[in-house]
């Protein structure tokens, strides 16, 4: 039990993904009836000798009576749970005395995957993968994109796109959520757009997306941006028999 320096409080997220910084607040009381000088200290308690530290870029503080401090501090998140163990010090003149601690624990968030696996146009009766080249002026377009769910359980994947022509002009804007039931670990769903017209020729774009709604939130996993096709122009047609009128014999 704490005798002057009494840590109240360890504000951290309950889960975290491996890698990433995570900002904590260490909240600590003085119980003397004056005020005293704080200091905090910690390190991650999670399996290993000696274990990483907390960096805390104010670590002590004068503190009035009966008042509490918040100390900020910050980690890189291991790869495995971790325990944030936290310490207290209060300063008399022979130096700082420890005083009390507490620990709470982050647990491992799964990193959140997914991949664009396959890009296919198609035209009229015939597909292409994307980028295509070659495609016949007139034609009528439809895009195909797989999405893979690399996580560890089934996941509501999304995906958005925008098509454009060689002028620039948008031919396709397209979003989706998919349905219930959701894709599994390391499956696709296809998505499937609406079709639009290959009236120009010249190179066609894409801007492709691909989300994953996990905890309310929508990250996007995945992007292409590029050349969707290359449509050739039309070649005339002449009737042989009208061209021999011009011709002299």
């Not at 300063?91 to 420890?98: D, I, L, S």
């Not at 890009?119 to 002026?137: C, F, H, M, W």
Request: aromatic share 14%.
């Amino acid at each position: 039990m704490a005798q002057y320096a009494q840590i109240v409080e360890i504000v951290a997220p309950s889960e975290a993904a491996p890698g990433s910084r995570i900002d904590i607040t260490v909240k600590i009381k003085n119980l003397y009836s004056a005020a005293i000088g704080i200091m905090v200290g910690g390190a991650l308690e999670y399996g290993v000798t000696p274990w990483p530290g907390i960096t805390f870029p104010t670590n002590s503080a004068n503190v009035a009576a009966g008042q509490t401090y918040s100390f900020a501090g910050y980690f890189t998140m291991p790869d495995k749970e971790a325990k944030v163990h936290a310490y207290s010090y209060f300063y008399t003149a022979e130096g700082w005395y420890f005083d009390d601690e507490m620990v709470r624990t982050v647990k491992t968030a799964e990193v959140v995957k997914g991949t664009i696996t396959r890009k296919v146009l198609e035209y009229d009766e015939s597909r292409a993968n994307i980028p295509a080249t070659g495609i016949p002026q007139g034609k009528r377009g439809l895009v195909h994109i797989w999405g893979r769910n690399d996580t560890s359980k089934a996941q509501q994947m999304g995906i958005y796109w925008l098509v454009r022509d060689p002028q620039g002009y948008v031919v396709e804007e397209y979003s989706a959520w998919e349905a219930w039931p959701y894709t599994g670990a390391g499956s696709e769903h296809e998505f499937i757009g609406g079709r639009f017209n290959l009236t120009k020729a010249g190179r066609y774009t894409i801007w492709v997306l691909l989300f994953i709604k996990i905890d309310g939130q929508s990250p996007v996993l995945d992007e292409y941006s590029g050349a969707l096709c290359d449509v050739s122009p039309a070649v005339a047609e002449f009737d042989a028999l009208k061209v021999a009128d011009y011709v002299k014999v």
